[in-house]
């Protein structure tokens, strides 16, 4: 065991140990599964033991992408093999408790998202060797320093990011539920060339044999990339480390555990009809943490019901107009992502805005924060830049007259009139300006080949998705139904007293066009 009695001595280097995989939060997962693993006799972890723990095998009988690299399948039969081999070293008995902790601090432990991501690389440069495949990765090791150059080709980055879509399916997918498809992330691909490639601005992204292209994507300009662009991507590695070693358990309550969950698997295909596919939701999770992350995730791992509680309005479902979307949306007070699907010059591109707040009829901006999104075809996020607070506005009809009326529909960014995105109050029109005009958001391209001058689109459909939780939706259900109520009470009509002629407003005016001079009495 690797818990240790009061009675016994414990060494610095166990205490240390110890004290490190406390930090993470693990200590006592790591004190189960060493339970489980090590030998009774030599009280340590038999290495083919722990790559048994890592070993993951998925076929995938579907695939969003439309680029697939052979050699992917195979590549993950070599993922355990590498995990053991780069953090747990082994004595020739096999692994001691202690090695055991420092294995998993030296993978899991607290580090920055830079030395995560080394972590990462390490991992995906050896499995790539081990499958016998060839990369241009390169990394040196010297006195357990680690220096990573080279390069990977947009394919080598395709099977990365694979690779880790496979490691967190697993780690989600514990208890079985979901088919492992293989989601589409060539926006994230297009994205890394675009920045990292030579040249890679003036490639042409729509073309789709970027994919398969031997344009270098130096690993300095990677490392860059990943931390500006999708930061939360090395944590799949850590989260699957952790939860192979959390869920594993002797072998017959693996059987057990494994028997009742093969008949309730089902597919996430439904989901891939809506604008916010699961490679679509995988990619903008990869940017956000706390509530929003998880409950973006629901659109890659959750039961069809469950995804669809989350959404709040599509256009084409719902209707298009500024209207049905304030009534689909009116008293959600959580964040909200809006995904506009358009078309211009012949291409259609997707862009996004979230929001940390409800939305509010006012003819002026509004909000504390949020981040706009250019998903397809490339990737890219712009967060707040701290200069202005012009962060959304949404504006419907009001009554009576305005002197000076303001603009009808939903704007990010910018100013009044020059707004960085504005979709009109008929959902038909996109209106997408230069980042020279906003000063909110940071600058970027929200679609391929965005020039200085305003881009007018046409809108092809709109999708808004509650990222709050279940107790907003509840809320949110609640003010809904009161609404109804009072829209009911307020159609109501007393009958009775409307066809009283005596009682009736029709009598008493005619009662005073004949005699003006009558006094009317009330009746009590």
């Known amino acids: 065991m690797g818990a240790s009695s009061s009675t016994e001595q414990v060494s610095p280097e166990r205490r240390e140990a110890e004290s490190l995989a406390a930090s993470t939060g693990a200590l006592t997962v790591l004190e189960k599964s060493f339970s489980n693993l090590s030998d009774p006799q030599t009280q340590t972890i038999p290495i083919s033991s722990l790559k048994e723990c890592f070993e993951l095998s998925i076929d995938y009988e579907s695939c969003e992408a439309s680029f697939k690299p052979e050699n992917f399948p195979g590549l993950l039969n070599h993922l355990n093999h590498s995990i053991?081999?780069?953090?747990?070293?082994?004595?020739?008995?096999?692994?001691?408790?202690i090695a055991f902790l420092n294995g998993y601090t030296k993978c899991c432990g607290r580090m920055t998202t830079s030395d995560s991501l080394n972590n990462l690389l390490r991992v995906f440069g050896s499995t790539i060797t081990?499958?016998?495949?060839?990369?241009?990765?390169?990394?040196?090791?010297?006195?357990?320093?680690?220096?990573?150059?080279?390069?990977?080709?947009?394919?080598?980055?395709?099977?990365?990011?694979?690779?880790?879509?496979?490691?967190?399916?697993?780690?989600?997918?514990?208890?079985?539920?979901?088919?492992?498809?293989?989601?589409?992330?060539?926006?994230?691909?297009?994205?890394?060339?675009?920045?990292?490639?030579?040249?890679?601005?003036?490639?042409?992204?729509?073309?789709?044999?970027l994919l398969g292209s031997d344009i270098?994507?130096?690993?300095?300009?990677?490392?860059?990339?990943?931390?500006?662009?999708?930061?939360?991507?090395?944590?799949?590695?850590?989260?699957?480390?952790?939860?192979?070693?959390s869920k594993f358990a002797p072998q017959q309550e693996k059987m057990e555990a494994s028997s009742s969950s093969t008949n309730d698997n089902h597919s996430n295909s439904e989901s891939h009809t809506y604008l916010l596919t699961p490679g679509k939701a995988w990619s903008i999770s990869l940017t956000l943490r706390s509530t929003m992350h998880e409950e973006i995730l629901k659109t890659c791992f959750a039961h069809h019901d469950e995804v669809k509680e989350n959404l709040?309005?599509?256009?084409?479902?719902?209707?298009?107009?500024?209207?049905?979307?304030?009534?689909?949306?009116?008293?959600?007070?959580?964040?909200?992502?809006?995904?506009?699907?358009?078309?211009?010059?012949?291409?259609?591109?997707?862009?996004?805005?979230?929001?940390?707040?409800?939305?509010?009829?006012?003819?002026?901006f509004y909000g504390t924060s949020g981040s706009l999104y250019a998903i397809s075809p490339v990737f890219d996020h712009f967060t707040s830049s701290g200069k202005e607070k012009n962060f959304v506005y949404s504006h419907l009809h009001v009554a009576g007259y305005e002197a000076y009326p303001k603009p009808v529909g939903i704007g990010f960014g910018g100013s009044n009139?020059?707004?960085?995105?504005?979709?009109?109050?008929?959902?038909?029109?996109?209106?997408?300006?230069h980042h020279a005009y906003d000063k909110t958001y940071h600058p970027g391209s929200l679609f391929p080949n965005q020039g200085y001058l305003p881009t007018e689109a046409q809108v092809l459909d709109v999708e808004v998705?509650?990222?709050?939780?279940?107790?907003?939706?509840?809320?949110?259900?609640?003010?809904?139904?009161?609404?109804?109520?009072?829209?009911?009470?307020?159609?109501?009509?007393?009958?009775?007293?409307?066809?009283?002629?005596?009682?009736?407003?029709?009598?008493?005016?005619?009662?005073?066009?004949?005699?003006?001079?009558?006094?009317q009495r009330e009746k009590r």
């Open 216 to 245: 270098q994507l130096p690993i300095g300009k990677l490392h860059v990339w990943v931390l500006k662009t999708v930061p939360n991507l090395p944590e799949c590695l850590v989260q699957f480390v952790y939860s192979r070693l």
């Open 465 to 519: 998705w509650g990222l709050g939780g279940k107790k907003v939706k509840e809320a949110q259900n609640s003010f809904l139904k009161r609404e109804q109520l009072f829209t009911e009470q307020r159609r109501k009509i007393d009958l009775k007293t409307f066809t009283n002629w005596e009682d009736s407003p029709e009598k008493m005016m005619m009662d005073m066009v004949s005699n003006p001079s009558a006094v």
């Open 417 to 433: 009139g020059n707004e960085r995105i504005f979709m009109d109050e008929d959902f038909s029109k996109l209106i997408v300006r």
């Open 130 to 209: 081990k499958s016998g495949a060839t990369t241009g990765l390169q990394i040196d090791s010297s006195d357990g320093d680690y220096k990573i150059n080279g390069h990977l080709l947009p394919a080598d980055l395709l099977m990365l990011l694979w690779m880790c879509w496979a490691m967190y399916w697993d780690s989600r997918n514990s208890k079985g539920g979901v088919k492992f498809d293989l989601v589409d992330v060539n926006n994230l691909v297009l994205s890394a060339v675009s920045s990292c490639g030579d040249g890679g601005s003036e490639l042409n992204v729509w073309d789709d044999s």
């Open 312 to 364: 709040l309005y599509r256009a084409s479902l719902h209707g298009k107009g500024l209207n049905r979307f304030w009534s689909n949306v009116e008293g959600y007070n959580g964040p909200i992502l809006l995904l506009i699907s358009a078309t211009s010059e012949d291409h259609s591109w997707t862009i996004g805005a979230l929001t940390h707040q409800a939305y509010e009829n006012k003819d002026t």
């Open 84 to 97: 053991v081999e780069q953090f747990f070293s082994a004595e020739e008995n096999g692994l001691n408790w």
